[in-house]
């Protein structure tokens, strides 16, 4: 399974960061996993951010959810982020994962994309 995030790299603060994540090798609504996105801010932390299954429910870290929307593309295999609102300490390097558990904060499960990374600065 390969991933790759695709979106702007500069969003300007109380804007909406729209990230895309365009799967190939595997299927968004066949594969049973979790489809996630994690990010990384400098110097800190992977934080996982949410995830929808195959089946379409969606989960979402709770100190992130009022600003967080995740989606798909069936058609196009893609699974998208909105983060609403964004303020600088949102800049990091967003990621796209598949793996089995709900809320991977480790490379070393299941398989990644190379990151995306957003700078929110005007």
């Known amino acids: 399974v390969q991933l790759q995030e695709s979106g702007p790299g500069l969003v300007k603060p109380s804007q909406t960061l729209h990230l895309t994540c365009t799967v190939s090798?595997?299927?968004?609504?066949?594969?049973?996993?979790?489809w996630s996105w994690v990010r990384q801010p400098p110097g800190k932390d992977l934080e996982w951010m949410g995830a929808?299954?195959?089946?379409?429910?969606?989960y979402y870290n709770p100190s992130l959810k009022s600003r967080t929307s995740i989606s798909r593309d069936t058609s196009k295999n893609q699974i998208t982020l909105r983060l609403s609102s964004v303020i600088p300490e949102d800049t990091a390097v967003y990621y796209c994962?598949?793996?089995?558990?709900?809320?991977?904060?480790?490379?070393?499960?299941?398989?990644w994309g190379q990151g995306a990374q957003v700078t929110v600065s005007s």
């Open positions: 929808i299954e195959s089946s379409g429910s969606v």
């Open positions: 090798g595997g299927s968004i609504t066949t594969d049973h996993g979790y």
């Open positions: 994962a598949v793996a089995q558990t709900l809320g991977v904060v480790t490379r070393a499960e299941g398989y």
